[in-house]
């Protein structure tokens, strides 16, 4: 899927260097077909570096996908120039008449913040429902998914001894679901975060059902039964060295932050990492496309009435 951006976009310099397939706005209004109009919330501290981990997934598809990236307007990022923000950010003023197919809520580094104390809450709040009448889906990522999980279905998080860090094996647990097509019955996932969610809580909300999950790391990934939105717990989305970074920096800053499971080759942190997860982050998120266009109304005003 040819993703649409602002043609001045800097992320575009480095996904044309890496052949992902791109169209810039003034070439897609000459095409007569609706391209998927997905809403990316980046939560993340690095919204460059998010950019372009998810564009590179999003175009794993011939459908035409439009990305409109979206930020808080109660919280201002620190580690994003305001400059950057105002070009090419929108946030929910900007958008509150516009319809999308889906709304991608990525994770965010206040894990270990009761939800009520994130300093955006209220106002994330306020996203996620507006986006029952305007979004067709939502996929959260990480604390995103956690999130939308507690705000939606009342999933509560907990918190962890230490800080689960690495890539873990995950079971395929839902074999027929469209979204899990092509996966091996087993695939890793990286993981960096110090809550989980418990698989009972999980099971005694309505309608929920988990797709993947590990043996060590709990529930992977989870799907409402009824809308179609997904809440993956960890990043396929990551580059190979994003744990590695990670890790380099909490060393840097005196952290006593353990290896990364299963993650460093014979565990020395100064060999370069392997991207084992990449051809399983490319198949779901093809699969999620997919099976988002085959349900999403040509007619996103449709949604209105959901509400």
Not at 264 to 289: E, I, Q, Y
């Amino acid at each position: 899927m040819p993703i649409k951006i602002q043609h001045d976009l800097p992320a575009r310099a480095v996904l044309e260097d890496e052949n992902v397939d791109l169209i810039v706005s003034d070439d897609a209004i000459k095409q007569d077909i609706r391209p998927l109009k997905l809403l990316l919330l980046n939560l993340m501290p690095k919204k460059k570096e998010t950019e372009i981990q998810f564009a590179r997934l999003l175009r794993n598809t011939p459908l035409q996908g439009e990305l409109t990236l979206m930020t808080t307007a109660s919280y201002t990022p620190k580690n994003t120039e305001p400059g950057y923000l105002r070009r090419y950010y929108r946030n929910l003023d900007d958008v509150r008449g516009d319809y999308f197919d889906a709304l991608i809520v990525t994770g965010a580094p206040v894990e270990t913040l009761p939800f009520a104390d994130v300093n955006y809450w209220a106002e994330l709040t306020e996203i996620i429902n507006w986006s029952k009448t305007h979004c067709f889906r939502r996929l959260g990522i990480c604390w995103g998914a956690q999130a939308l999980l507690y705000h939606l279905h009342d999933v509560p998080k907990h918190g962890l001894d230490e800080k689960r860090f690495g890539v873990f094996d995950h079971q395929v647990t839902e074999n027929t679901s469209r979204l899990m097509k092509g996966f091996t019955d087993n695939f890793p996932m990286p993981i960096s975060r110090y809550t989980y969610n418990a698989r009972e809580d999980i099971a005694a909300a309505n309608g929920l059902e988990l797709l993947a999950e590990s043996a060590i790391a709990g529930p992977g990934m989870v799907r409402d039964q009824a809308t179609g939105d997904i809440f993956i717990l960890n990043h396929l989305e990551y580059d190979a060295d994003t744990l590695a970074a990670e890790y380099h920096r909490d060393a840097g800053e005196g952290l006593d932050t353990a290896l990364p499971h299963n993650y460093f080759p014979g565990n020395d942190p100064t060999k370069a990492p392997v991207n084992s997860w990449r051809p399983f982050a490319f198949l779901f998120m093809g699969n999620w496309l997919h099976d988002l266009y085959q349900a999403t109304p040509f007619d996103l005003t449709r949604l209105e009435g959901k509400g």
